[in-house]
């Protein structure tokens, strides 16, 4: 892609046919602001380039050292001490010559915020993250939050008040071949039996080609609610001209608005979307070791260590503190609990590719559906 937007369909064949010409225009005029260029963040940014937005801006007020080796693919030795994100810029810039890549450093002022689409942070304190998303949920800009530490890792979206979807799930629209219509209040509509229809309460369709009921020909997108596998009601079809036979009824995929919290918001109310239903509890309990993390941070000005029995200690002092706090507190057993979070303290300082690559796939994931809203 150019200046221009014109899509290298070569390059691009495989998106295009998953997300559609106009979603990928939609990402060649998307700018991206992704901070923090260790594992995560370079793994985060790879993605966004060889997706194609129409500029991506890495940002990293930190020069390279020894343990970002571990998992900062584009570092090498010689690149220790030089600032992070000017030494993967060349790098991510040959992934796609498509796609401006330029680099940022010092503070994320809010003239400097105001220029992006999407903000995408890694490696930062929780003030920044409020600081930061206040600023874009207020300016309507896309925020992403990402994270790993060890073999834990969390990820925070907020796409503003009023983000609209318009394909909530990717997938081709449902066409099937209609074998009746009834005249009533409301009117049924039978398909074929071949096979179900796969429509939901809710979808909307339309229709084409029916006989008799040729209104329907004409009609906008109706809402339908779902009677079995192979029927299905619609709107009041008494006043139609017939009843209706044959013909195809379509899926119609509608625009839905979504209202994202705020990041001050979320941590007091989480809505967590668990990777595990057998371990629910777990996953609020991750919720504010992530916390507690960020406070052991701000008070000792580092992680803590490996295997470091006192330092674990202090973070389960930490993370009760900030559970007692909760507007909904998760109800701690201390053996137990205390367990969890000595193994969170322990595995804190790990920066493991393998997680980096989970959470950073996922994260340039939720970057393509702020900028397509697909």
């Known amino acids: ?54 500029s991506v801006v890495i940002h990293d007020d930190q020069n390279a050292e020894w343990q970002d080796l571990s998992s900062q693919f584009f570092l090498k030795e010689g690149d220790i001490g030089k600032n992070r994100a000017l030494a993967s810029q060349m790098h991510l810039s040959e992934l796609n010559n498509y796609v401006h890549v330029l680099t940022q450093s010092g503070e994320l ?24 998303g206040s600023f874009c949920h207020s300016n309507n800009i896309k925020f992403i939050v990402a994270d790993t530490k060890g073999l834990i890792g969390q990820l925070f979206c907020d796409f503003g008040e009023e983000f609209i979807v318009y394909d909530s799930d990717g997938e081709q629209p449902i066409s099937t ?70 013909g195809y009824v379509t899926e119609v995929k509608m625009p839905k608005k ?16 668990p990777s595990d239903f057998g371990k629910i509890e777990r996953h609020r309990c991750l919720h504010i070791a992530f916390q507690a993390l960020h406070q052991f941070v701000k008070e000792n000005g580092r992680l803590p260590g490996p295997r470091n029995e006192t330092d674990a200690r202090k973070l389960f002092t930490i993370a009760k503190a900030i559970n007692a706090d909760a507007l909904v507190p998760v109800e701690m057993d201390d053996s137990f609990h205390e367990d ?32 397509t809203g697909k």
């Open 109 to 132: 002022s809010e003239d400097l915020l105001s220029k992006f689409d999407v903000v995408v942070l890694t490696n930062s304190s929780l003030d920044e993250q409020l600081r930061i």
């Open 1 to 54: 892609m150019s200046d221009t937007h014109t899509i290298d369909e070569g390059l691009y064949s495989r998106q295009l046919y998953v997300l559609g010409h106009e979603a990928m225009t939609k990402m060649a005029h998307s700018d991206v602001l992704i901070s923090g260029m260790r594992g995560l963040g370079v793994e985060i940014a790879k993605n966004v380039v060889l997706g194609g937005v129409r």
């Open 258 to 273: 979504y209202n994202f919290k705020p990041l001050e918001e979320a941590l007091k109310e989480p809505n967590i979307i």
């Open 340 to 371: 969890l979070f000595s193994k969170v303290a322990y595995m804190a300082v790990g920066d493991l590719i393998p997680m980096n690559a989970v959470i950073g796939g996922i994260a340039a994931q939720e970057v393509m559906k702020a900028c």
């Open 177 to 246: 071949m209609v074998l009746n219509i009834t005249k009533g209040s409301p009117g049924i509509v039978t398909c074929l039996d071949e096979h179900s229809h796969g429509f939901q309460d809710g979808d909307y369709v339309t229709f084409s080609e029916v006989k008799g009921m040729t209104e329907l020909n004409q009609c906008s997108p109706m809402e339908i609610k779902v009677l079995d596998r192979y029927s299905f009601s619609i709107c009041d079809t008494s006043g139609f001209s017939d009843i209706g036979t044959g």
